[in-house]
């Protein structure tokens, strides 16, 4: 007989019961709050066009980078997960790559992919037994049968996980036609805030090989000549108004380091030119980059938009896996970072300026109560991101909690962003962090250092005030 899939209500809780109870009361005041969701990676076409997620595998194996890596760690070939295969995927290829995560589904002990994976079988989908090899046609079917459901369409599934707003991340060059289509509707608009976010890092880097070719798809999608860096800089300028023309909060960066640098006019004019004809050396090139990002900065300054960083990764580490996938497919390894001294001319120049709001993520999990904390309980502008991708997991989230709190407070921590392309995991990831406010909370009011009513109001305002204020949604 196969043994049962069960989700326990208590799941992430103290286990000291006087505790437990406590976080009980608090995680009951938020638990059926709205989801806002301020930086995510779901296609805005799924949503525009109202999308079937075609087949269980598709949906929760294919695109989930997390459950790829542990499935590869332990022998399976991407490939056979539908990694860069597409529609060449049969029913049969999908089974069967539905089944290899059941066959290894005791490889997800421990970890937050289990956590997430449990809540989807058991809370959406219905399922009730344990993954297997004997049961993974069992569940393939049943998650199939819900998913020809009509209320299992992306835009029902927003109005069940209570999804009050959700950013996708865009290229600068994008037309935001499918937003454009989102927000035509009304009556789905109403209920749901559907935002693009402008992601423009690749265009800030001078040493790629195809910067110059993206430096001219982005002066013409702006109508603007970039020979020069004041064209550069206007058609930055254009792409960001226009992507806040049509809802976006935020521009989100990611690059090697955190290093900022603002260089004489002249001297930032030399080197984008030498860029642009490819004479640029390796340090010439980094320290323009560096000043395009603190121009950043500055335009944020001037136009709003918040500013998301996400540095220190080592992309695509796994050669042979970028050769024969190519990038992006998971191979991603964090790096050491260094925040204080690599930020000092931007936030010199910026970090108290109101219109400036730069919220830090890191993977290097030190940084947050080393340095990041301490940043966020000086600079007005800096906020601190929430653990996200490889510390998204309860126990670096309440390392983090106790780590930068005694510091920086409660005000300065975003609130939750699921930084998911899985859609149906994005109601687990929040749950997950409102019981771990819960229990944290707890903690603090057991220990007397907060009265339980200040415990609740500050669950909600870590769920809804925090990212409202933080992320300007109420602008």
């Known amino acids: 007989m196969a043994s049962p899939l069960t989700l326990n209500d208590d799941r992430l809780l103290p286990p000291d019961p006087g505790t437990r109870g406590i976080a009980r009361r608090i995680y009951a005041t938020t638990r059926e709050l709205p989801i806002i969701s301020p930086h995510g990676h779901v296609p805005p076409r799924w949503i525009a ?17 997390y459950i790829n890596r542990v499935l590869h760690a332990n022998g399976v070939e991407l490939s056979e997960l539908g990694v860069g295969r597409g529609e060449e995927m049969t029913e049969a290829d999908n089974r069967r790559a539905f089944r290899l995560l059941c066959e290894h589904w005791t490889d997800l002990n421990g970890t937050a992919m289990r956590y997430w994976l449990t809540d989807q079988l058991v809370g959406i989908f219905g399922v009730r037994v344990r993954p297997a090899a004997e049961t993974a046609d069992a569940i393939y079917d049943t998650i199939a049968a819900r998913l020809d459901e009509p209320g299992f369409r992306p835009r029902r599934l927003m109005d069940a996980f209570r999804i009050r707003f959700l950013a996708t991340t865009d290229d600068p060059c994008d037309d935001l036609g499918m937003h454009a289509e989102i927000a035509a509707d009304e009556e789905f608009s109403a209920r749901h805030r559907v935002v693009p976010t402008f992601r423009p890092d690749r265009y800030l880097e001078p040493a790629r090989p195809d910067w110059n070719e993206l430096v001219d798809a982005l002066g013409g999608a702006a109508g603007v000549d970039v020979g020069t860096l004041d064209g550069y800089t206007r058609a930055m300028a254009e792409r960001r108004r226009y992507f806040k023309e049509h809802g976006a909060v935020s521009s989100d960066h990611s690059h090697a380091d955190l290093g900022t640098l603002i260089l004489p006019a002249d001297e930032a004019a030399r080197l984008y030119d030498r860029a642009r004809r490819g004479l640029a050396t390796a340090d010439e090139a980094l320290a323009l980059r ?20 996400h540095p220190a990764v080592a992309r695509n580490h796994d050669a042979d ?4 996938y190519g990038a992006d497919v998971g191979g991603d390894i964090p790096l050491a970072l260094e925040a ?14 109101p219109g400036l709001h730069l919220v830090l993520f890191t993977l290097d999990e030190d940084v947050y109560s080393r ?12 906020h601190l991101g929430v653990p996200w991708w490889f510390v998204d997991a309860p126990e670096s989230i ?34 997950m ?5 819960a229990a944290h909370l707890a903690d603090l009011v057991a ?5 339980e009513d200040e415990a609740i109001e500050q669950a909600g305002a870590l769920v809804v005030d925090n990212q409202v204020r933080i992320f300007k949604l109420d602008r």
């Open 340 to 353: 204080t001294r690599a930020l000092g001319p931007l936030l010199n120049a910026y970090g108290n300026h």
């Open 398 to 431: 309440m390392r983090f909690k106790r780590g930068v709190t005694e510091m920086a407070g409660f005000s300065r921590i975003s609130g939750m962003v699921d930084d998911t392309r899985a859609f149906c995991s994005i109601p687990a990831r929040h749950d």
């Open 321 to 324: 896996a970028l050769a024969r």
């Open 49 to 65: 066009l109202d999308e079937h997620f075609g087949n269980p595998a598709r949906l929760l194996i294919t695109p989930d980078h």
């Open 447 to 451: 220990t007397h250092r907060l009265d």
């Open 433 to 437: 962090s409102r019981r771990l406010d």
């Open 371 to 382: 340095e990041f904390a301490p940043l966020a309980a000086w600079y007005r502008s800096v």
């Open 290 to 309: 560096r000043h395009l990002f603190t121009d950043q900065a500055r335009m944020a300054c001037e136009d709003g938009l918040v500013m998301t960083v």
